[in-house]
């Protein structure tokens, strides 16, 4: 267990971090200040299961993030969001394990004069895809990439 204070620009610490011979369990709570900051986060971990979730406000210039991790055996989640401003930004990633077939997408969004980006990949034994969108505007600008690959085909 840990716990900081501080001044003068401000600060605040909380960290738990209990544990057994294979038991895992941290929670952390951080905050700062004057241009503001905050975190929590929270794992845990049993033989072969984790888990772990994040939280990270901050502010002027605006930034907010949630994370979310989940692990089994042969399986794995994982889940990240994210927004930012003034010239805005949206950012989703998502992962997907199951046994050897894997998920992967990532979105991303701005403004003002526009932009997008979009990243796929999927694969199955011996199969895999990868598809990147990009897209720009007012004066134009476009990206298109795709990867396949399979025993019998290649590109």
């Not at 900081?4 to 951080?30: I, T, V």
């Not at 901050?58 to 927004?83: G, I, T």
Request: glycine share 0%.
């Amino acid at each position: 267990m840990r716990l900081n204070l501080s001044a003068p620009e401000y600060h605040f610490e909380l960290r738990l971090k209990p544990s057994a011979p294979e038991y895992h369990f941290e929670m952390r709570l951080k905050l700062s200040a004057p241009e503001y900051h905050f975190e929590l986060r929270l794992k845990l971990s049993v033989p072969e299961y984790n888990f772990e979730m994040r939280l990270k406000p901050s502010a002027p210039e605006y930034h907010f993030e949630l994370r979310l991790k989940l692990s089994a055996p042969e399986y794995h989640f994982e889940l990240r969001l994210k927004l930012s401003a003034p010239e805005y930004l949206f950012e989703l990633r998502l992962k997907l394990s199951v046994l050897e077939y894997n998920f992967e997408l990532t979105l991303k969004l701005s403004v003002p004069e526009y932009h997008f980006r979009l990243r796929l990949k999927l694969s199955v034994p011996e199969y895999h895809l990868w598809l990147r969108l990009k897209l720009s505007v007012p004066e134009y600008h476009f990206e298109l990439s795709l990867k396949l690959s399979a025993p019998e085909y290649s590109s």
